[in-house]
């Protein structure tokens, strides 16, 4: 019987905040505990069928590649020992390979996408503008286009159950300071590149992906929440890419394409997952993790 977890309930700790997908709760001052769980959402909405395991292996991939560019970027993963905290073991049970335990940060309130390939919202912006976050780009782009390089495109982070919005970066600059941002950007597109010639090695595209940063106590930029992950990014199978076409991926897509063709408008009650496609996105982001880290 696979391990499904929806929400945590960690009594012996403070919850401080419930995500989309990680609950988080405070340990003292300077840390916090977040477990993964296996709540999926798409265009920003919760839906109401989990993924089992998702959360571990979203974890897990995390870990890999906050591991692989520590000497990049400091990350949020604190030297803190799990048993140092006064839970239960039904708690610990609860959270096992879902955990981790993180410095507390200042979160900044942009996202930082980089996008290698013309799809999602992306895509979206390009057919009724021919731009995306201002950045022009060429005419007769299809669906899944290589872009002549890679383009960095903030967004603004929504409250829950809003939608995020693309921004320029001349606004994130308003937001967060030039400096800051020059510094996310630069940082972003390097693990970007890394990251893309790691995966090319095991035949997979990196199409897209987001990037999350907050500041330490002593202003330092750190990379932060989830990174490279089926959550986050758009991971593409190198023989079955295609231009024109929603490319066999594993990544929640395949998520976003199945409530497309149900006719969902994205707005709440979310529709349930039957198991086939339940099943499905399982195996694509087991898939994922295997290949990673095997």
Known sequence: MKNILHT???KSLKKIYQGKVRDIYEIDSSHILIV???RIS????????????????LNNVSNFWFKKFSSIISNHIAEYNINDLKISDREYDEIEGRYVIVKKLKALPVESIVRNYLIGSGYSDYLSSGSICGIELPANLKMASKLPELIFTPSTKAELG???????FNKMSEILGRENSISIRDISLKIFIDASKILKDKNIILADTKFEFGLSETGE???MDEILTSDSSR???SESYEEGISPVSLDKQFIRDYVKSISWNDTMPAPALPEDIVEKTYEKYK??????TS
């Not at 798409?42 to 292996?57: A, H, N, R, W």
């Open 235 to 237: 991971f593409w199978l």
């Open 8 to 10: 945590s309930d960690i």
């Open 36 to 38: 993964s769980t296996d």
């Open 287 to 292: 898939d994922l993790n295997r290949i990673l």
């Open 42 to 57: 798409v265009f920003d909405v919760i839906l109401p069928t989990p993924i089992p395991e998702k959360g571990i292996i």
């Open 162 to 168: 809003d939608h995020d919005i693309n921004i320029s």
């Open 221 to 223: 930029i750190t990379i």
